[in-house]
């Protein structure tokens, strides 16, 4: 490692400093650079290779990979390798349905306080509880029903976990189509402070989706208790399929139209944004382990189907650093890849396991979840938008090599350290995903076998994102800019690429390939996820943003493309179906807020000179830390004139203006002031052509101008025009977004399954 250290800046400093840094008993940061945690993370993960050689070797591969953020270890990786610590490095976990018993229910509420307060998130299926309203004969009472348990897994995980660890818990709570409870499930999140600290998602059968095709009824049902073989331990375990498949009874609750059930499940998501839908018979049928487990739930983010005691760990590579020029790096590419291949097969070895069912699972299958970041700024910088043919043509160039090269990778570690141990070759190739396979892989598979069941996965990345300083997982760019509100005032934060291209392109208009997620179609999102899940073998963490005005038909509609084009699974936002989410309003409906910028002790600026009819003025403009204009003072003649009171009384004035914090930025309402002061003339002016000042404030307009950067015209109606598209430009960015709970932005955003604040990094998952 040379002598030379990254320093970070802003959001991305603080979270270094805050979630990665290693600290010491104190809780004081011994890492001051991120190059002493990429060192720290490849040291660990290398020290399971065989030999001295090895171990230096893929250190050194190791961090040249991680060095800049171009392969991206998740933030498990970053808090718990190397540090003695018993966090753990594992991203997703999915434990066994509870059993049906209250000793059952609170084994449950036990792992998942564990296993939130060590950083995991967990995600598991209800469907083993019996319904609402079910008589127990030994209490002489009826059951609750799995949803009632549900908010007291939520409690735990929203209200206790963050008490005690550094966030709060992340939870994935499912139910299967035909449990008799279903109804009460997925209308749940309608109700106000309801199952706060989970998502919730409805596993949807083949068998549903052909009875919504046609129709038909859809029965609603659950196994008969009185049978002798339900009370006995293991027996049932939430799997209706198996129990019925064994001959035993199952007794029928009701009958409902199946188009009902899926009407309700679209009305539920249009109101509130759930529940998700899992299509988890096709998971089970695409999946690679097929033959000896089945997936029951999803983690908390639904990237991770899982059978009980699954568990996953992630990592990314950057698209946005392997592209140079506008040209796409692929050689670069599967270089990353392979490194990434390897450092987690590596982590599986290297992990503390939290109890020996969940080491022996993972042991069996080695199961690792490779994906990508940066997907919507390597397009931008290609200069391609997200969402057009073009960019699909090259999605599927990159993720069909991310796939190919993936599995070459694990073929080749299994020649070298031997395949998962539950590795069969011929049951393995009959999996629906593996039946997508090139011919070629599939023949050496057969023969050389493979290192890892499952390679794949995007994942919700949204503080690694920042860290990194890209877009978040394959998401397109949220907003290119959004308001920060802190103790030194406010400012306009700009997305990196967007901001440099403001910089060096004043007063142009904005090239078609700076799109963010509302200028999608959600049917653009749908497809694009669907060619994505075409090249990856796990699942994928997506958000579909909806605008406002998206009717409940056309959820039905989305939903079932997404069933059509081979998602497994979606996750729906619109905007404005959640309570406490801003939306856009009306210039009507806009009212100003009264708050006012505080001045620091120090503040910098720039003074321009300039003449007009009254004498040479000098204008000091001076800025937030955002770069944004907060004041302006002139000078002009001599002190106590009456000329210089004018231009004091102006400047007073223009300032308090600017320092107004409403519902505009700075730099949008200097935008109104230079609208309200150019032009203004008197019996003088000075200067000819386009130099010419009319008067005091022209010439203040005119050092606003250029202090915005924007370019001089020839008239004032083409500097009008300029201004005008300006704030037009700046309104068309600001999107809109939650309230972040930590630092009070309006900042936090919901992409890939999760809630993740651009103003400081906070995340619910």
């Known amino acids: 490692m040379n002598d030379q250290f990254t320093t970070l800046t802003g959001i991305r400093q603080h979270l270094f400093m805050d979630r990665y840094s290693l600290k010491n008993s104190n809780g004081e940061p011994v890492e001051q650079y991120p190059e002493q945690m990429w060192k720290r993370v490849s040291w660990a993960l290398a020290q399971i290779e065989k030999t001295s050689e090895l171990r230096m070797r893929w250190e050194g591969l190791f961090y040249e990979a991680i060095k800049d953020f171009k392969f991206c270890p998740a933030g498990r990786f970053l808090t718990s390798a190397g540090t003695g610590t018993e966090t753990t490095m594992i991203n997703c976990f999915v434990i ?9 229910i609170m084994e449950t509420l036990g792992w998942v306080t564990e296993i939130s307060a060590r950083g995991g998130g967990v995600g598991f299926n209800l469907s083993s509880l019996r319904p609402r309203g079910t008589h127990l004969k030994q209490v002489n009472g009826t059951t609750s029903g799995p949803v009632s348990w549900a908010n007291l897994y ?25 449990h008799p409870d279903i109804e009460e499930f997925i209308l749940e999140k309608k109700k106000p402070g309801r199952i706060l600290g989970a998502n919730l998602s409805v596993c949807v059968s083949d068998a549903f989706m052909e009875a919504v095709k046609n129709d038909w009824d859809w029965e609603l049902k659950y196994p008969d208790t009185e049978f002798a073989e339900y009370r006995t331990p293991g027996k049932w375990q939430g799997d209706l399929e198996t129990w019925i498949g064994l001959g035993y009874p199952v007794k029928k609750y009701k009958t409902i139209k199946a188009r009902y059930l899926w009407d309700l499940i679209c009305e539920s998501a249009w109101g509130s944004a759930e529940p998700g839908v899992v299509f988890m018979d096709r998971y089970n049928k695409m999946n690679n382990t097929w033959y000896f487990e089945k997936n029951i739930a999803t983690n908390p983010c639904g990237e991770q189907g899982l059978p009980a005691w699954g568990v996953c760990n992630l990592s990314s590579i950057n698209l946005s650093a392997l592209v140079n020029e506008g040209k796409f790096d692929f050689h670069k590419f599967e270089d990353m890849i392979r490194v990434g291949i390897r450092f987690l097969d590596n982590a599986v070895d290297a992990e503390k396991y939290l109890n020996p069912e969940i080491e022996k699972m993972q042991q069996r299958e080695r199961r690792v979840g490779l994906g990508t970041i940066g997907l919507a700024d390597a397009l931008i910088k290609m200069k391609i938008r997200y969402g057009s043919k073009e960019s699909l043509d090259i999605i599927e160039k990159i993720f069909k090599l991310l796939r190919d090269v993936s599995y070459l990778t694990s073929i080749e570690l299994a020649q070298e350290k031997g395949s998962f141990p539950a590795f069969d070759a011929e049951k393995f190739l009959q999996s629906g995903f593996m039946q997508t396979m090139p011919e070629e892989i599939r023949n050496k598979i057969r023969q050389f076998g493979l290192r890892n069941a499952l390679l794949l996965t995007e994942a919700p990345t949204g503080k690694i994102s920042l860290l990194a300083g890209v877009s978040s997982g394959i998401e397109p760019v949220f907003s290119f800019s959004y308001i920060q509100r802190d103790r030194l005032g406010e400012r306009t934060m700009y997305h990196p690429l967007y901001q440099e291209w403001l910089k060096n392109n004043t007063g142009q208009e904005i090239p078609r390939y700076f799109v963010v997620a509302d200028d999608l179609t959600p049917e653009e999102h749908v497809r694009i996820q669907a060619l994505i899940q075409k090249y990856t073998d796990s699942s994928i963490s ?20 997404a069933y059509e084009t081979g998602c497994k699974g979606i996750s729906y936002m619109r905007e404005g179906s959640r309570e406490g989410t801003l939306v856009r ?9 009264t708050v006012v910028w505080q001045r620091p002790m120090k503040i910098s600026g720039s003074t321009y000179k300039l003449k007009t009819p009254v004498g040479t003025a000098f204008i000091t403009i001076n800025h937030d830390d955002g770069g944004s204009p907060v004041e302006l003072f002139i000078n002009i003649g001599r002190a106590g004139s009456d000329i210089q009171a004018m231009a004091e009384a102006l400047g007073r004035v ?3 203006s600017l320092k107004m914090m409403g519902n505009t930025s700075p730099k949008e309402r200097s935008v109104v002031l230079v609208e309200q002061l150019q032009g203004i003339g008197g019996t003088r002016t000075t200067g000819f052509g386009v130099d010419k000042v009319l008067s005091l404030p022209d010439a203040v307009a005119r050092v606003l ?11 004032r109606s083409d500097k009008q025009l300029e201004l005008v598209k300006e704030r037009n430009l700046e309104e068309s960015v600001m999107r809109k977004a939650d309230i972040c709970p930590n630092c009070g932005n309006v900042s936090l955003v919901h992409e890939m399954g999760c809630k993740t604040c651009y103003g400081c990094g906070y995340s619910e998952c």
Request: proline share 5%; glycine share 6%.
């Open 705 to 715: 101008v250029m202090d915005l950067g924007l370019a001089r015209s020839k008239d």
């Open 96 to 104: 066994p349905s509870p059993e049906d018993t209250r000793k059952g």
């Open 542 to 561: 997506k958000t579909v943003n909806a605008p406002q005005k998206h009717t409940i038909e056309d959820v039905k509609n989305l939903y079932q493309l």
């Open 585 to 593: 309003k009306t210039e009507e409906e806009k009212k100003p807020e």
């Open 154 to 178: 939520s409690v735990a995980a929203h209200d206790v976990i963050q008490q005690g660890g550094s966030r709060r818990g992340a939870l994935m709570i499912m139910l299967w189509d035909w």
């Open 654 to 656: 223009i300032s308090k």
